[in-house]
């Protein structure tokens, strides 16, 4: 498929999906669940972007994803600031710009990090990236306008944009961004860049010497996936409605971001997709205690997802789109195999 | 704000003191990573762990803590060499350790994690011990037991380790797996049973780091992200695989931490390490007193 077309594809199925929740949907709860879902593909797609394509492992999602939900919370605490200290009342700051503008901040943030740590061995940034989660906690907490280490309780406003409640409209938002980050992984999977990020992925060196702009690359693709995790961020205080460092930089992101493309499969854009459907909707049922009878406790959804990611990388480093892959070949082989025969 | 004499001489005592502890807590990475370019990010965990052998042999035995990390050490020895066998086979005889590699390390972190929370919940657990509480006091300073038995042990063992890697036979085949693993093949010597007992060691070390942990301050199982920052930070610094370099690089971030702690407040502590990462990775990768 066409780039073009796949764009129109997916806008397509976007909006029939929206459609269609809307109808079917008859509990708000769905919602609640499918937003956690959402976020989960843009996660892991944004993750993709540098982790799958490029190769160098990104640890510090959380901190991403956090930088986004506070710049949504400064943002929120605006206009009552610029009412104190000018007098002038601007009216509230709509949450697509609030996405933008933390996409930005994250994206300035991944540029950063990527700078500093990108010239030396991947590992190095994988480090770095761990460690950053710690800071950029440290430094939330340190803040005291956005609530320091109590927290901070976010208002949701009292009508939604798109009719139907709030929820609805944050679920909405996050089906969009979910649809642009598959596009973009999509449209550079087949572009120069994707051309680029593959040769760095295999061998860097050999990359560098055939004339291929590593270093720029790199930082193209920390920027980019730090952007996506930052809006995937932005809208997360008026969905938890009290944003608080503990939760919001919670570990499960960082994990999860990098299970779900590790256990879709990591070399193309379909793999975080199917991870982060799989993983989300599997934890998103067991925290409303859909496996009751087993008595799980939420905290077991997150070793399974840890154990998985262990299992996987042992033994299908490929994901369970290379499982396909390698299945498909197969039978292709054995077909191609059985014609040879008769043809004999 | 008013620097007193006393209070910037108690900080830099504290300091030297926390980075006796550090010095413990990284030379298993300092082994792991910087002599075998095996990035076990997970090796906090495995800190953790040490942590609640000491809590739970306490609990029913009235024992010595340290002593508790003594006794575990051969059993972390082999749980080291297991992990290696297993790292092994599943990256390093594929050349797949970059990615693979990491996220199976990161994927250890947060199961052991995740599973101590299932099993301890998320409640700070700390050991007794005589010497946790009183201080002798010396001149200004107050030298904290609690704080002061770590650090000597913690020397003691990180010198023993130094000197065993230079004047042993496997010592010195380790050094020579982290110079040249293809030349240690031509001496007729598996690299690969060598890595295993040297990957052995560095997660022994956790033993005791563990028990010094508990010691210094209560426990709970997320704390060991605090330590990821600090102890590559350390390494970094440290010039990767020099244990004198990875000594004064932790009594350096001890004291620039004591320090900050004193004057700014705790919680401005874990950016300290994290500082000290970033510039040394952006300034001067090969560390302190590594080469160029």
Redesign the interface.
């Known amino acids: 498929m066409r780039n073009g077309s796949f764009w129109i594809a997916a806008a397509g199925f976007g909006i029939a999906f929206v459609a269609l929740s809307r109808v079917l949907f008859t509990n708000e709860y769905y919602f609640f669940a499918a937003y956690v879902v959402l976020q989960y593909i843009v996660l892991s797609t944004a993750w993709n972007i540098l982790?799958g394509y490029t190769?160098y492992?990104n640890?510090g999602t959380g901190a991403f994803f956090a930088i986004g939900a506070y710049s949504s919370a400064v943002l929120h605490k605006m206009p009552a600031l610029t009412e104190a200290w000018f007098g002038i009342a601007t009216p509230p700051i709509p949450l697509p710009v609030m996405i933008l503008i933390g996409g930005i901040v994250s994206g300035v943030l991944g540029l950063g990090t990527g700078y500093?740590?990108l010239r030396?061995r991947?590992?190095?940034f994988?480090?770095?990236t761990?460690?950053?989660?710690?800071?950029v906690q440290?430094?939330i907490?340190?803040w005291d306008y956005v609530g320091g280490s109590r927290g901070i309780y976010i208002i949701r406003p009292a009508d939604a944009p798109l009719g139907g409640g709030y929820i609805q409209y944050l679920y909405t938002l996050m089906l969009v961004l979910a649809v642009i980050s598959v596009g973009i992984a999509r449209t550079i999977e087949r572009s120069r860049l994707g051309l680029g990020f593959a040769a760095i992925r295999d061998d860097e060196l050999a990359a560098e010497a055939g004339g291929v702009p590593t270093l720029r690359l790199k930082l193209i693709a920390t920027t980019l996936s730090g952007a996506l995790m930052g809006m995937a961020g932005a809208p997360l205080p008026y969905y938890v409605t009290y944003l608080d460092p503990t939760s919001s930089f919670n570990?499960a992101y960082a994990?999860n971001s990098?299970?779900m493309p590790?256990i879709g499969g990591?070399t193309s854009w379909v793999g975080p997709v199917i991870g982060a459907i799989l993983l989300g909707t599997i934890q998103q049922l067991g925290s409303v205690g859909f496996f009751l009878d087993l008595n799980i406790?939420p905290?077991?959804n997150?070793?399974i997802v840890?154990?998985l990611?262990?299992l996987f990388?042992?033994i299908a480093?490929n994901g369970i789109v290379g499982l396909v892959t390698a299945h498909r070949r197969k039978r292709a082989g054995a077909l191609a195999a059985v014609a040879a025969r008769r043809a004999a | 704000m008013a620097v007193s004499l006393d209070l910037l001489v108690d900080a830099l005592v504290a300091g030297i003191l926390l980075g006796g502890f550090y010095a413990a807590v990284t030379v298993g990475v300092t082994i792991s990573?910087g002599m075998l370019d095996i990035?076990n990010?997970a090796q906090p965990a495995f800190i953790l762990l040490g942590s609640y052998a000491a809590y739970i042999v306490t609990s029913y035995v009235r024992i010595d803590p340290i002593l508790v990390g003594f006794i575990m050490t051969p059993v972390f020895y082999v749980i080291g060499m297991v992990t290696y066998r297993?790292y092994y086979y599943?990256f390093e005889s594929r050349g797949?350790q970059?990615?693979?590699g990491?996220?199976?390390f990161?994927?250890?972190l947060?199961?052991a994690?995740?599973?101590l929370?299932?099993v301890f919940g998320v409640d700070y657990r700390f050991v007794e011990a005589p010497y946790i509480g009183p201080s002798i006091h010396l001149w200004v300073f107050d030298l904290p037991l609690r704080m002061l038995i770590p650090c000597v042990v913690s020397l003691v063992m990180v010198g023993l380790l130094q000197l065993y890697l230079t004047r042993s036979f496997i010592g010195r085949a380790i050094l020579a797996v982290s110079q040249d693993p293809l030349a240690l093949q031509l001496m007729a010597a598996s690299p690969t049973r060598i890595k295993q007992i040297a990957f052995g060691i560095s997660i022994a070390t956790c033993a005791l780091a563990g028990t010094f942990l508990i010691v210094i301050q209560p426990v709970e199982p997320?704390i060991g992200?605090?330590y990821?920052?600090r102890i590559?930070?350390i390494c970094?610094l440290g010039g990767m695989t020099s244990i004198p370099g990875m000594v004064a690089a932790s009594m350096l971030i001890g004291i620039v931490e004591s320090i900050t702690a004193t004057f700014t407040g705790p919680?401005?502590a874990?950016?300290v390490?994290?500082?000290f990462?970033?510039a040394t990775?952006?300034v001067r990768?090969s560390g302190l007193l590594g080469r160029q």
Request: glycine share 10%.
């Open positions: 982790g190769g492992i640890f500093l740590t030396l991947g590992v190095f994988a480090i770095a761990l460690a950053l989660t710690v800071v440290t430094l907490v340190n570990l994990v990098v299970a590790v990591m406790p905290t077991f997150l070793l840890g154990l990611l262990i990388v042992i480093p | 990573f990035a990010i297993l599943a797949e970059g990615i693979q990491l996220a199976f990161f994927g250890l947060f199961v994690e995740v599973s929370v299932l997320s992200r605090d990821i920052g590559f930070a970094v919680s401005w874990p950016a390490a994290f500082g990462l970033l990775l952006a990768p």
